[in-house]
């Protein structure tokens, strides 16, 4: 607010004071004057009175010449009011008697008195005869009558009541000037005020969000005329500005985010991202081939061209990310969802599989490529600026690679990830090819050294070569492929059992690992019943191996699943032991036959032995068998031995191995002296 600001109210309110007082001040006046006039009227009616009722007593005393009643008549008239003195003269001028009140000077009363009335300070009477017949006579003169007025008197006692008069005008005005400044604050100037309060809320970016309020004493006067027009304007300008905003913020072509928004959202996926500690990917995409499209089908078609793979682009997208056009056929894709390489490798795979649809554009058929870059937030920049130029960077390295390629601005990412979406492709192939095989691992009584299982462990064989689980299972898991590849390993598990029943009359249990997602499927109780049913297997000859993490999930849900399987007959363990996050009140309610300790902590034998310990008495104590993994030299044997566990497996003993090896080293040799769990 400036420092010269006036409060209309106070304006108003001075205005009105002055105006009141100025009316006051003219009434006063012209009431003076109307007073003053009268007051003149009713003294001149005052002295023709007084000069009518001495003239007869005066003119007998001039006559008698006596001068005692001469004075009795003007002791007389000096009682009138305002009459300082009389006096009666001869014929002759000779002063017969006189008489007077003591005069008073009063300064300005005195000089207002000269101007009001100093015509009428002095009236006179000729006195005559007095007549003894009734016959008409001219009369005689004798004398005259003098009556002088004290008019600074009548004037002070006009003021005495004109000064009451101007006070109560004086007091009315002030009361009018009080009501109306009340009035015009309430119906004018606090109406005027609130709309300036609304003013100073109008967001200059959305002017039509705060509209001047329209008070209902105004809406059907000037003021309500003004507030109207004034939120017309605000409406149409905040029309303008969105046009405006779409116009800078938009690419009018295809609609899509110019280079402008986009470096406002990115700036924005960068403090959420900060915030909370997470990363995105920027796809920067180009267009291959589009400058044959343009010289071939003309400009037209190549903008229409656009707009549609800019509408492929949005639907490919979705919610989960913004698409902008940075000009000509470049476009770059905020993905906010793909917080590390692989998941932004999956987008642009999936995204090329969209483009690469043809488009038919009036009677031409077109097949769309491009070519992607990639950059993460934060690795490879800090600022929208830096993303973008590594996007475009990644770009022109897989342009150069042909076309319908991608890479990420660190080449290391763009070979792990290829090697990623290979193996994922592939995965979906292996069913087909029947490139998956199964390698059993024995297990032993750790006493007797007799085999008493085995576990199955799945095989990629791919071209010739073995491609390690290490490498394909945690993909498998990610994609969801794990689901198809347990239930096949499962199956494949039930026809080794059968195969040995038949052929070797053998019955060795196998231990089958279940994912995590295989665990959460509500279709594996099922599938086990139905496989176990239809190969005819014992279900106790089929052990299922679930890593204490995917029993933690939901462990409402794992008890209940456990139970079915535990019920059915077929045998649990509870697989990794000790190195998640299980609680042992759970555990003691799970239905599990099996407790395996991990390799991790078999590693650590003899030397670090408080845990496998720990394990080891726990399970006895929950006449649980014990199974430990990994044990790869006699030493670890050794301790297991004294320690009482019953069941080991590992290197020490045998390497994972194919079926027919397997059959002909533990099965085909020991038929007769197989034993189970």
Request: glycine share 4%; with cysteine; aromatic share 8%.
């Amino acid at each position: 607010m400036s420092a010269s600001f006036k409060s209309l109210t106070w304006k108003q309110t001075t205005l009105v004071v002055f105006s009141a007082l100025f009316f006051a001040i003219a009434i006063f006046i012209v009431e003076i004057a109307l007073v003053s006039v009268s007051a003149r009227q009713q003294l001149i009616e005052a002295q023709f009175e007084l000069l009518n009722s001495v003239e007869q007593p005066a003119a007998n005393a001039v006559w008698a010449l006596d001068d005692h009643l001469a004075k009795q008549t003007l002791t007389g008239v000096l009682k009138v009011e305002h009459v300082a003195q009389a006096s009666i003269q001869l014929e002759d001028g000779i002063q017969f008697v006189t008489m007077a009140n003591t005069p008073s000077d009063r300064g300005i009363i005195g000089l207002l008195s000269q101007r009001l009335f100093s015509d009428l300070k002095q009236t006179s009477r000729t006195l005559h005869r007095p007549s003894t017949s009734d016959v008409a006579i001219s009369p005689e003169i004798i004398g005259t009558l003098i009556v002088g007025y004290n008019t600074q008197e009548l004037t002070d006692s006009l003021l005495s009541q004109l000064k009451f008069s101007f006070l109560a005008t004086l007091l009315r005005a002030l009361l009018v000037t009080l009501v109306l400044s009340v009035l015009f604050h309430r119906f004018l100037t606090k109406p005027i005020a609130q709309i300036s309060e609304a003013i100073d809320k109008i967001d200059p970016e959305s002017p039509d969000e705060n509209l001047l309020p329209m008070s209902p004493e105004h809406k059907d006067d000037e003021l309500g005329l003004v507030t109207s027009k004034f939120n017309q304007i605000l409406i149409q300008f905040g029309q303008t500005q969105n046009k405006l905003r779409k116009m800078a913020t938009r690419d009018p072509l295809t609609g899509l985010s110019n280079r402008t928004l986009l470096l406002e959202t990115i700036a924005i996926s960068i403090q959420r991202a900060r915030v909370h500690q997470q990363a995105f990917s920027l796809l920067f995409i180009d267009l291959d081939r589009f400058k044959n499209i343009n010289d071939s089908l003309g400009h037209a078609m190549g903008d229409q061209f656009l707009a549609r793979i800019a509408r492929v682009l949005e639907r490919a997208i979705g919610d989960t990310g913004t698409v902008a056009r940075l000009g000509g056929d470049e476009f770059v894709i905020l993905a906010n969802e793909a917080h590390t390489p692989d998941q932004a490798a999956d987008i642009v795979d999936k995204l090329l599989m969209e483009l690469n649809l043809p488009l038919q554009l009036n009677e031409h058929t077109i097949h769309p490529a491009a070519s992607v870059g990639i950059a993460l937030y934060p690795d490879d920049g800090l600022t929208a600026e830096d993303l973008i130029r590594h996007a475009d960077i990644a770009m022109y390295s897989a342009k150069a690679a042909g076309t319908n390629q991608w890479a990420f601005f660190k080449q290391q990412m763009t070979e792990r990830a290829a090697v990623r979406l290979r193996t994922e492709a592939s995965l979906h192939d292996a069913f087909k090819n029947n490139e998956f095989l199964l390698h059993f691992q024995p297990k032993f009584n750790i006493k007797t050294g007799e085999v008493v299982a085995c576990e199955a462990l799945i095989r990629w064989k791919k071209e010739g070569r073995l491609i390690s689980p290490m490498a394909f299972i945690p993909i498998a898991e990610e994609t969801g492929i794990i689901i198809p590849i347990g239930r096949w390993v499962i199956e494949e598990a039930c026809k080794t059992l059968k195969h040995w029943q038949r052929r070797y009359n053998v019955a060795l249990p196998i231990a089958v690992n279940v994912a995590s997602q295989q665990f959460a499927d509500p279709s594996l109780v099922p599938d086990i019943k139905q496989l176990a049913l239809r190969y005819q297997i014992e279900p106790h000859l089929l052990e299922f191996e679930i890593t204490e993490t995917s029993l933690m999930n939901d462990i409402e849900l794992a008890i209940n699943k456990l139970e079915q399987l535990k019920s059915a007959g077929f045998s649990i363990a509870v697989d990794d032991f000790g190195i998640g996050y299980s609680s042992l009140s759970y555990l003691k309610h799970l239905p599990i036959t099996t407790m395996k300790i991990d390799r991790c902590f078999v590693n650590d034998l003899p030397h670090e032995s408080p845990i496998a310990s720990t394990i080891l008495m726990l399970g006895q104590q929950l006449n649980l068998h014990i199974v430990a993994e990994g044990i790869e030299n006699e030493a670890q044997l050794n301790w297991l031995k004294q320690m009482d566990c019953e069941i080991g497996q590992g290197f020490y003993y045998s390497q994972p191995l194919p079926l027919d090896e397997f059959e002909a080293k533990y099965i085909a040799p020991n038929t007769a002296t197989i034993s189970q769990i």
